[in-house]
Every structure is written in structure tokens, then in C-alpha cells.
């Protein structure tokens, strides 16, 4: 039971730090540290990515009229007005195209080089430092943007080319810790003129294959043979995972249409200096 309770907390702070640009990385490690999980460190490295896809269904349920490229009602640009063309929408189909361009990058690094990366950066010290360096990042951006007029107010108006370079402000994350993979990207389309709410969006559609692909590379790597406890830890942590992204994905939408993500920024340093004096005390 207490394994359980555990697992509970760990989707809450899953579900809540996933979705705002603060690193469920940098949250997952000291949270590990207050209330370790009584499980390997293998399964440990497998949860943490898997209960995402808790997180990953609450996009796809909240934005499904958005995503979802099939169907004869509210299809605004069909390929054609009769046969099946008629039942799938282009819009949307082009979405999914620049979507893939996006992933193109983070694929490639998460395939081929995954553990190397993960070897060589996964550690308190570069946590702490993309959090910090993230932060400052969101305040210094906010504020040179700030009055000035977004180009791009409509995820479809992202062409191939934006998309691409978005896909490399990903790979940031990908590669060090603490990012923040939505924030990363956040970060990336703000600089590209493209806003706030249109970049949270973005962010949430990218999260659908890449968080997915990760989690399944991870569940294959470990192998299924969970245990009944271990099993159990698992759907916990990724249903609660999944509620409290519900509710955080809303909030957060909400909150963009009157502010900017300053805020967020403050609270990464905040967090950054927190890990790296838990660090250096040797409490992580």
C-alpha cells in the first residue's frame, strides 16, 4: 500500500510538472529523493517515462477535434466532396506532416543515442543548470517580445521549415535534462514569432508521438515481465498522471490567454538553485 501511495504522488507531480515548462526531470529526481520507490533501478527508469502515457491521453482526449484527421463533420478542407476524400481532413493531415518533420530530430537522437546521452548528463548538476539557464531564458525572451505582435496565430500556418527548427529546440531537451521538452519548444516558437497559445498547442501535439515512441522504447528495453506490485505502480501512476493532466492543460491554456510564462521562468531558477544545493549537501 505504501508503494502505491507513492506511485500516486509521483503521477501528481508527473501530471502537473509535464505540461508546465518547469522539467518533470528536475521534479522526478528530488521527488525520488523524499520518497524513493522501493523498486530497481531499472524499473524506476522505465516509470518515470511510462507513466507520460497518462499525460499523453489527456492531450489526445482534450484536443481530439484538433488532432483527429478523419471524419465528414466539421471538415472544413476535405481532399475531395465525394468518395473517401471527403472523410479525411487536409488540415489536419498537413498538421500530422510537420508534426513528423518536428520529430525527425529527437527520433534520431532518442534511437541512436538515448543511453549515451543519458550516461553522460543524466546527473544533478546539468539538471540544475537547464533549469536555471531555461529560466533565465523564458524571462529574457518574454521580455524582448513583450508589445510586439505574434506572426503566427494558427498552428496550421507553421510550414515545414518552422517545423523543423522547432524539432531542434526539442532535441535540446532530449539531450539535457531539465530542460523541459515543452518548455524547450516553447522557447523555440516564442523566438520564431509564433504564440503563446499557438506554441503551448504545438508543444502538446509534439508530446503525442515523441512522449509515446519514448515510452514504448523504454518498456521494450526493460522487457515485460513486471511483477504484480511492479505492474500495479505502473497504472497508478500513469491514470493519476492522467487526471491531473486534465485538469493542468486547461489551467495552463487559460492562464497563457492573460500572462506570459515569466512566472515559470522565476520558479526554474528557484528549483535549480533548490537541486543544486540538495546536490552539493549530498542529499542527492
Avoid at 16 to 23: D, G, H, K, N, Y
Avoid at 146 to 160: P, T
Avoid at 236 to 245: D, K
Avoid at 248 to 259: E, R
Wanted: glycine content about 8%; proline content about 2%.
Amino acid at each position: 500500500m505504501t508503494e502505491i501511495i507513492k506511485a500516486i504522488i509521483f503521477g501528481l507531480v508527473e501530471g502537473i510538472t509535464e505540461w508546465l515548462p518547469v522539467s518533470s526531470t528536475g521534479h522526478m529526481i528530488l521527488l525520488n529523493e523524499i520518497i524513493k520507490l522501493d523498486v530497481s533501478e531499472e524499473f524506476y527508469s522505465m516509470f518515470q517515462v511510462v507513466i507520460q502515457l497518462g499525460a499523453i491521453l489527456a492531450v489526445v482526449i482534450l484536443f481530439f477535434k484538433n488532432i483527429w484527421p478523419f471524419g465528414k463533420k466539421d471538415n472544413k478542407e476535405p481532399y475531395s466532396d465525394k468518395g473517401i476524400g471527403s472523410f479525411i481532413k487536409k488540415n489536419i493531415i498537413n498538421l500530422w506532416l510537420h508534426i513528423i518533420v518536428s520529430c525527425i530530430p529527437a527520433i534520431i537522437i532518442g534511437v541512436f543515442f538515448d543511453d549515451f546521452f543519458e550516461e553522460l548528463f543524466y546527473n544533478y548538476q546539468t539538471v540544475a543548470i537547464m533549469l536555471i539557464l531555461v529560466g533565465v531564458a523564458f524571462i529574457v525572451i518574454e521580455s524582448f517580445i513583450k508589445g510586439k505582435e505574434a506572426k503566427i496565430k494558427d498552428s496550421r500556418d507553421i510550414d515545414y521549415k518552422l517545423a523543423f527548427i522547432i524539432g531542434l529546440f526539442q532535441v535540446i531537451a532530449a539531450v539535457f535534462p531539465g530542460t523541459s521538452r515543452s518548455g524547450a519548444i516553447i522557447i523555440g516558437a516564442l523566438i520564431l514569432g509564433i504564440s503563446r497559445t499557438v506554441a503551448a498547442e504545438y508543444a502538446f501535439y509534439l508530446a503525442i508521438p515523441v512522449m509515446f515512441g519514448a515510452s514504448l522504447l523504454k518498456v521494450v528495453k526493460f522487457g515485460f515481465a513486471f511483477t504484480s506490485m511492479e505492474a500495479a505502480i505502473l497504472l497508478v501512476g500513469t491514470v493519476v498522471a492522467f487526471l491531473v493532466s486534465l485538469v493542468i492543460i486547461k489551467f495552463l491554456m487559460n492562464y497563457i490567454k492573460k500572462h506570459d510564462f515569466k512566472i515559470f521562468g522565476w520558479y526554474r531558477i528557484v528549483i535549480g538553485l533548490v537541486v543544486l544545493a540538495c546536490g552539493l549537501a549530498g542529499i542527492i
